[in-house]
């Protein structure tokens, strides 16, 4: 009840205002001041002031604090019984004050009531979308479809968010998003879209979409940043959670949380295992052209996956009070997986007239080890002035990927076997990351604010490739295939913000510079790609509150894409011979200009969110289709003069001309009655993309390839979580993905339907829910692909229906508590709210 709390006093306020005398009214004067944590200093957001007359009880007026735990409350001059209340925490009142013009109450600091925190059981759930100036946030800690899950499930339930079927996240559509944790690049992100799948879901706080980012964040991403913030709490005392789970296909994990609070030091951990077993499946039917038009051949082939993964995760932190005002954390991350990877292919080759010709089988066992571990100190400093605070940070981090495949071949009726493959390809990095902020209210009732900032990254990769024929054990390396590729990154950028709030109005404008030292260095080929450069990235944020529950903000920024890790990455996969995968390191960074209308109304019950967007890029690159006019040869038996031939296609990224990307989004959410809520959220966008690209083949024939295209395409996503009989929660997930076209492939729509149950029990101090993601086994990617001599139809299903049984069990935790201490600072955020 204490949620509705807030909202009945401002309706109250309104009616008693509307119900005074229509006679000479003194002005009305305002309340002001900011409640913080009295051991940690934090600000709480969502407390609650109130304020009683005292001629007339009856007459209760008061608000909430803003993300910066403010609060501004306009009231008639008289005197009041004033309080201040948060869940959990110790009230405070101030009784019989007289308010004869705006008073500032100053800093108001709360104490955590140990006694209440080990009654309270919250009834209610927070706003889920959250609206800031430059970003949007997302609390996900209570949807049941991902229990047992991992970061890339919970991403892709983000409203805006899509991950498709081998774990690329998009936001909007567009796949140029930079993933941080914690407000900062880290080593739980690795060298691949994988290291994601080993992080539980159960370690995530929130998530922030910050669709537009102003100058405070690093320019990457077109698309925009998604911002993973991790558990900690700070809740006083020992508590923690633990849970274990278990699945088919056969999958198995656990996760312990843990908290130790103290008055000068906050001891935490998250530490993980898991293990899954990864079943999927893909098809390709290619029909091969000759130069006349008329049909050449047909090949038919049908891949079946079997990955097997284990890894484990961990998080320990020390945070440690040096007094009222600073304090310093060292955290260290390790993270180390292995893998065994089956891939079985099979090969079925027609002539013109579908008569079949030869039948082959490629088999691929590959091993993987990954391991990555992090360390970073942050340093925060809090001045006299509410919000004027400096933070440095220093992370380094190393990581490093080793993946070992061998890839047999055979003709099947015949007694031939092609030459055993064997492709080894290790990679490693090392980041290192130094960064300051520095933030100074300023003005009457410090409404204005000045930041400037700096940030560093270093990063060093190299990756090893090496194929050839193994022979008795023995790898003769094929030099054509082999290389050493150094890719450096080097970026130095500073940044400068200055915002203000006048009334109901707010305004946020910053530049960052970013100075780039990029280097590619192929070591076989002695080849050296070295560049350089000084970019410039303004932002404009703009924002009215017509009120509390009604908001519109407008706003722009310059972004970048620099290629890196799989994009720049030259060596082929092998997995198939005809159908090759292959990187580009000569690709350049993107740069996109981004536009955003936002708007958020509340009403009691119903949450309407909607933004317009258009961001126009440059230099864009994707993957493309290419016939490399080189043939794979495979003899016959039936007819050993006539060898079957199959072309070879590559499918690479390119820099290609100009690219527009509009279109419109919609979030809602409406919560009927307790324990129930329901939401939509629709995402439409049109992107035109122009550009021509010529290149030459193996044969030097000089190719020019058209890639004009004109793409409509949308996605929806529908949540609904309800309580059943016997006290237990229901929660579905529907995702459907519109159908798409580019210039050279159509993309066919995907369904995806997730739901779960969920139930507390031992005395609502544990948790059992069983999820069932992808209901009806939908989720595959079907397209139709056509170059000039060959059109290909293709499936794709990264992982079969995963049925998840878990149970987690509190500590010294009462139910559904947020942290709310850890709201803004959740796991060592370092990002800066302005507010106004």
């Known amino acids: 009840m204490r949620k509705l709390f807030p909202l009945f006093l401002v309706l109250t306020s309104f009616i008693v205002l509307g119900q005074q005398s229509q006679g000479q009214r003194p002005d009305p004067i305002n309340i002001t001041g900011i409640v913080l944590d009295q051991d940690t200093g934090q600000p709480l957001e969502y407390a609650t002031l109130i304020l009683q007359n005292l001629r007339d009880p009856n007459k209760v007026t008061g608000g909430i604090t803003d993300a910066s735990g403010k609060f501004n409350v306009e009231t008639m001059p008289g005197k009041y019984n004033v309080k201040v209340e948060y869940m959990s925490y110790k009230t405070y009142g101030l009784d019989n004050q007289t308010f004869r013009a705006s008073t500032?109450?100053?800093?108001?600091?709360?104490?955590?009531?140990?006694?209440?925190?080990?009654?309270?059981?919250?009834?209610?759930?927070?706003?889920?979308?959250?609206?800031?100036?430059?970003?949007?946030?997302?609390?996900?800690?209570?949807?049941?479809?991902?229990?047992?899950?991992?970061?890339?499930?919970?991403?892709?339930?983000?409203?805006?968010?899509?991950?498709?079927?081998?774990?690329?996240?998009?936001?909007?559509?567009?796949?140029?998003?930079?993933?941080?944790?914690?407000?900062?690049?880290?080593?739980?992100?690795?060298?691949?879209?994988?290291?994601?799948?080993?992080?539980?879901?159960?370690?995530?706080?929130?998530?922030?979409?910050?669709?537009?980012?102003?100058?405070r964040y690093d320019a990457e991403g077109t698309a925009g940043i998604l911002n993973i913030i991790l558990k900690q709490s700070k809740t006083a005392g020992v508590n923690g959670s633990v849970s274990l789970n278990v699945g088919n296909p056969e999958s198995y994990g656990a996760n312990l949380s843990l908290n130790l609070r103290r008055d000068k030091f906050n001891i935490f951990t998250n530490t993980s295992y898991r293990y899954r077993k990864g079943p999927g499946n893909a098809l390709f039917e290619q029909e091969n052209f000759n130069p006349d038009g008329s049909t050449a051949s047909f090949q038919d082939e049908i891949r079946e996956y079997e990955r097997q993964n284990d890894g484990i995760n961990t998080n320990i932190g020390f945070e440690y009070f040096i007094d009222e005002s600073s304090s310093i954390t060292n955290s260290f991350v390790y993270r180390k997986s292995s893998g065994d990877d089956f891939t079985d292919i099979d090969f079925f080759n027609y002539d013109a007239l579908n008569n079949p010709t030869i039948?082959?089988?490629?088999?691929?066992?590959?091993?993987?080890?990954?391991?990555?571990?992090?360390?970073?100190?942050?340093?925060?400093?809090?001045?006299?002035?509410?919000?004027?605070?400096?933070?440095?940070?220093?992370?380094?981090?190393?990581?490093?990927?080793?993946?070992?495949?061998?890839?047999?071949?055979?003709?099947?009726?015949?007694?031939?076997?092609?030459?055993?493959?064997?492709?080894?390809?290790?990679?490693?990095?090392?980041?290192?990351?130094?960064?300051?902020?520095?933030?100074?209210?300023?003005?009457?009732?410090?409404?204005?604010?000045?930041?400037?900032?700096?940030?560093?990254?270093?990063?060093?990769?190299?990756?090893?490739?090496?194929?050839?024929?193994?022979?008795n054990g023995i790898l003769d390396s094929d030099p054509d295939f082999s290389n050493e590729l150094n890719y450096k990154e080097y970026v130095n950028s500073a940044?400068?913000?200055?915002?203000?709030?006048?009334?109901?109005?707010?305004?946020?404008?910053?530049?960052?510079?970013?100075?780039?030292?990029?280097?590619?260095?192929?070591?076989?080929?002695?080849?050296?790609?070295?560049?350089?450069?000084?970019?410039?990235?303004?932002?404009?944020?703009?924002?009215?509150e017509f009120s509390e529950q009604e908001q519109f903000t407008i706003s722009y920024s310059r972004r970048l894409r620099r290629p890196r890790s799989r994009f720049i990455n030259p060596f082929p996969s092998r997995s198939s011979n005809t159908n090759l995968f292959q990187g580009n390191p000569n690709l350049d960074p993107t740069y996109t200009n981004a536009f955003d209308l936002g708007y958020l109304r509340r009403w009691d019950?119903?949450?309407?969110?909607?933004?317009?967007?258009?961001?126009?890029?440059?230099?864009?690159?994707?993957?493309?289709?290419?016939?490399?006019?080189?043939?794979?040869?495979?003899?016959?038996?039936?007819?050993?003069?006539?060898?079957?031939?199959?072309?070879?296609?590559?499918?690479?990224?390119?820099?290609?001309?100009?690219?527009?990307?509009?279109?419109?989004?919609?979030?809602?959410?409406?919560?009927?009655?307790?324990?129930?809520?329901?939401?939509?959220?629709?995402n439409l966008f049109q992107q035109?993309?122009?550009?021509?690209?010529?290149?030459?083949?193996?044969?030097?024939?000089?190719?020019?390839?058209?890639?004009?295209?004109?793409?409509?395409?949308?996605?929806?996503?529908?949540?609904?979580?309800?309580?059943?009989?016997?006290?237990?929660?229901?929660?579905?997930?529907?995702?459907?993905?519109?159908?798409?076209?580019?210039?050279?492939?159509?993309?066919?729509?995907?369904?995806?339907?997730?739901?779960?149950?969920?139930?507390?029990?031992?005395?609502?101090?544990?948790?059992?829910?069983?999820?069932?993601?992808?209901?009806?086994?939908?989720?595959?990617?079907?397209?139709?692909?056509?170059t000039d001599n060959v059109f290909t139809y293709s499936e794709f299903q990264w992982r079969q229906r995963q049925i998840t049984l878990s149970f987690l069990y509190r500590f010294n935790q009462p139910q559904n508590q947020k942290d709310k201490n850890g709201q803004r600072n959740g796991g060592g955020e370092e990002d800066i709210e302005f507010e106004g």
């Open 688 to 786: 035109q993309l122009r550009g021509d690209y010529v290149y030459t083949n193996f044969q030097d024939e000089v190719i020019t390839q058209n890639f004009d295209s004109d793409n409509f395409t949308w996605f929806s996503r529908f949540s609904a979580k309800l309580p059943l009989p016997g006290a237990i929660d229901f929660q579905t997930n529907i995702f459907y993905m519109g159908p798409s076209e580019s210039a050279q492939s159509k993309n066919k729509s995907m369904l995806n339907t997730n739901l779960a149950l969920s139930k507390d029990v031992v005395k609502d101090k544990a948790t059992v829910s069983l999820n069932v993601s992808d209901l009806f086994n939908t989720r595959k990617r079907r397209s139709e692909t056509r």
């Open 104 to 215: 500032d109450l100053g800093t108001i600091k709360l104490a955590i009531d140990v006694e209440q925190l080990q009654e309270v059981q919250v009834t209610g759930e927070r706003t889920t979308v959250e609206l800031r100036l430059d970003k949007k946030i997302y609390n996900v800690g209570s949807d049941l479809t991902v229990k047992g899950g991992s970061v890339t499930d919970v991403l892709d339930n983000v409203p805006s968010v899509t991950v498709d079927v081998e774990g690329n996240i998009s936001l909007r559509g567009n796949e140029s998003v930079r993933i941080l944790i914690n407000g900062k690049p880290s080593a739980l992100s690795g060298l691949s879209t994988e290291a994601l799948q080993q992080l539980p879901a159960e370690a995530i706080e929130r998530v922030e979409v910050i669709t537009n980012p102003s100058a």
């Open 605 to 682: 019950k119903f949450t309407f969110n909607t933004s317009a967007y258009y961001n126009h890029s440059t230099g864009v690159f994707q993957f493309i289709t290419q016939e490399r006019g080189d043939f794979v040869e495979i003899e016959n038996p039936d007819d050993p003069e006539n060898p079957v031939i199959v072309p070879v296609q590559v499918r690479t990224p390119i820099n290609l001309a100009t690219e527009s990307r509009y279109g419109m989004e919609f979030t809602t959410s409406y919560v009927p009655k307790k324990n129930w809520r329901l939401s939509w959220n629709l």
């Open 495 to 544: 940044y400068t913000q200055l915002g203000t709030k006048i009334k109901k109005f707010n305004i946020l404008g910053g530049l960052r510079m970013e100075a780039s030292d990029i280097g590619v260095e192929l070591v076989n080929t002695n080849e050296v790609n070295n560049k350089t450069y000084v970019d410039w990235f303004p932002s404009l944020f703009l924002g009215y």
């Open 359 to 471: 039948q082959r089988n490629r088999y691929t066992t590959e091993v993987d080890n990954d391991e990555d571990i992090q360390y970073s100190v942050n340093y925060k400093k809090n001045f006299e002035k509410d919000g004027h605070e400096l933070t440095m940070d220093y992370q380094y981090s190393t990581g490093s990927e080793l993946e070992n495949s061998i890839i047999n071949e055979t003709i099947i009726g015949e007694n031939s076997t092609l030459p055993t493959e064997q492709t080894i390809n290790d990679e490693s990095q090392i980041r290192q990351l130094i960064q300051m902020d520095y933030v100074l209210p300023f003005g009457k009732d410090d409404a204005s604010q000045f930041e400037l900032g700096y940030r560093g990254t270093f990063n060093d990769f190299n990756t090893d490739f090496n194929f050839g024929i193994l022979t």
